[in-house]
């Protein structure tokens, strides 16, 4: 397999809700193309793409797989990308690469949420987008219910290339609308037939259709056609090219993956009109301008799109070559990290295949092994050149993990670690205030393989427990109390005495002491003792066993004794004082707050507002977005979003996004704070 010329390379997506036949459609043109010799994942056949222990065991992608197929001379890189929520994030990257944005919808079912939003996400990348109208065999397929929802959904720029030869039972292949031809393929096997004529007005139709949306790519021959003069068959497949790579026209075909019917048209398309690398193809720069794909540029640019820790080959990453020639041993620098990088060898590779190449030029994406790249560095010669970082989903599920095992902390930690480097949509912290290991990812499916592959591959087993949520205490009234410690054992004894009195602080201070002491009551070089006193005990909270803030401590009187006064002794007499005085000030817990901003359809807004007042949360504004989403923002309780990303998902049918910042902390209500201090006191009488 040779390194194709920049001009002879096509980048397609395969996208949309999971489960329609993405990766069946993959594996079909890998069959049709003769890189397979059975139809891979159908009648028993092991998938070539989806091959990973986790995707076997849940029968879908859980990563981004590349199909390079080799059809009429051109190098099509079919990269299958999961699109189930938790994995999305390896669909974004994946169509930070491409030209192209195939979409595969079910005839059953049509657009559903996760295709809604992925075509979105292509429209703000700027993408031509095609849709593949699959399962056209199903006893329930609806063809024209399906494109009229696709039109309602994505607008009427949206025209049939193929039209269904019959539906569900009957369904026997495709009309060619660019062609003005029938086809219907028996295995590797195509045959062109004229169209019979019982579809020969929905062929007419539907030419007149592609004619008309396609002739708007040209104003010369836009005007020849509004004259009434027809556009020759050369001229509306010149046009066709220019209108999906502009985005004015948006191609739909039909068929059946798994009966192998529809896909050869597909591939023919692709490899005669949709757009290459240098046709449309242009990355984002950090510094705002955009780095042309350029055979002519001859300075070597890579960009890393994915990283990959598998358990035999190590660290794989994912290149697309923007400009100049790659060849092994080639020495690159990192633009993030200004360090070098050896590509020592250079590989395509297909599903777990790599076959190793000379070569690969602007444009190709290939994969290389053992480098120190992360998703989303840039390599180049001089290490100045650096893409613009791609969109990631939010990563807003937040789970609390410990190893069954204490002593396997750090193999946890180091692990999911470097996960999280190959994974931009997880990332893993230790919160020292609670001393939990904290996950955040996109949702809980992503969270289980990660834990699967941990056991797996270090034979460290770990569980999920609940995260420990940072409430704070202070108080709301001054006061003040005595704290007396003595204690005579025969021989030296420990005594310190002092008085504190505790008030409020309403500039957003957590802490302030202040030495009121005269006449020498505490001697001068005690005092620090009795603020190191204080401060241990409001580490430990003085109600519920959460920290003390926002409270200033003034030592205003005390005694002491010659012999037996020292610093334990003053350490201990001001928590006395400190907690009684306390006591007197009225405690309360705070809870930390969080701003939420929620983006749904606006058939979903009164379920989220719902859910935010039952969340003991309050609205805060209600706005439209660009593409007519209801955006609501929100002041809810921590405690109360801990599992919101799965909580959301549900409410909206997974179209739900949000994200959260900090908003400071507020008093818990009642039974919140008594609930609280009940389970203190109880987790205190049992030792812990």
Known sequence: MGAPKTGNVRNVVLVGQGGVGKTSLAEAMLHLSGKTARLGGHAGTKPT???DAEEVKREFSISTSIAPIDWKDVRIN???APCYPDFIGDAYAAMSVCETALFVVDAAEGPQPTTVKLWYAAEDLRLARAVFINRIDKENADYDACMKALRERFGMRLGAVTLPWGTGDSFEGVIDIVRMKARHCEGATQEEFNIPEEYREAAEAAREQLCEAVAEADDDLMMKY????????????GLLSEAIA???????????CTKELGVHSVMDDVATYFPSPTDYGEMPLVDGDTLKISAEDDRPVAFVFKTLNDPQQGRISFLKVLTGTLTPGIELTNARTRKGERLAHLYVMCGREQTEVGKAEAGDIIVTTKIAADTGDTLS???????????????????????????DEDKLFTFIDRACEADPTMKIERDEETGQTIISAVGEAQVSVLLNRLEERTKVSAHIVP????????????????????????????????????EPLLDGTDYEFVDEVVGGRIPRALIPAVDKGVQETMKEGVIAGYP???VRVACYDGSYHPVDSNEMAFRAAARIALKKACADADPVVLEPMENITVTIPESYAGAVMGDVSGSRGRVTGMDTDEHGNTVVTATVPYAELVD???????????????TMEPAGYEQVPYDVQKHLVEFYEESRAQGH
């Open 49 to 51: 793409l989806d091959y």
């Open 78 to 80: 079919v990269l299958d």
């Open 226 to 237: 509004l004259d009434g003069e027809p556009l020759t068959q050369e001229e509306v497949e």
């Open 246 to 256: 502009k985005r004015l026209f948006v191609p739909v075909f039909v068929g059946s």
């Open 381 to 407: 010669v001089s290490g100045k050149i650096e893409a613009a970082a791609f969109q990631f989903p939010n990563s807003q599920y937040r789970i609390a993990i410990e190893a069954e095992n204490r002593s």
């Open 467 to 502: 995260i420990k949520i940072p409430y704070r205490e202070t108080i709301r009234r001054v006061a003040s109390a005595q704290g007396r410690h003595k204690k005579q054992t025969g021989g030296a004894g420990q005594f310190g005495d002092c008085y504190l009195r505790v």
């Open 548 to 550: 003390l803030t926002g």
């Open 644 to 658: 919101y990303a799965t909580r959301l998902r549900s409410i909206t049918r997974g179209t739900g996004d949000f």
